[in-house]
């Protein structure tokens, strides 16, 4: 009977030590989501806060659906676009997605996002 007794308590002490490892692979996969996911968005957003600051009168961007225009009023908030001669659009500050790139800076394509 006391035998028994011994291999009950060596069994509850094997299963403790078990736990622990048990969750490693649970911190291995949050390892690994936050260096391959979690970490570049970060990273990315960060960018794309400073893009948003840097921005001055003058400068040519591309909006999220696309539309190039050059700076020519800024708020907080708000963008006015150039688009055309004498056509003016008004765009939410964060849908600014990068900086414009000309024919001529890039080498032969026509408009490209540049900048990140």
Do not use: W
């Amino acid at each position: 009977m006391i035998g028994v007794a011994y291999a009950a308590n060596g069994a509850a002490g094997a299963t403790q030590g078990g736990g622990i490892l048990s969750l490693l692979p649970l911190v291995l996969i949050f390892g690994v989501f936050y260096f391959l996911l979690i970490r570049p968005q970060q990273k990315k957003a960060k960018e794309h806060q400073q893009l948003l600051s840097d921005l001055k009168k003058g400068d040519l961007v591309v909006t999220s659906g696309g539309i190039q225009g050059k700076i020519t009023g800024l708020t907080d908030r708000v963008v006015t676009l150039e688009v055309a001669e004498n056509v003016r659009i008004k765009v939410s500050r964060p849908y600014i997605m990068g900086m414009a790139v000309t024919a001529g800076d890039q080498g032969g394509a026509a408009c490209t996002i540049g900048g990140g």
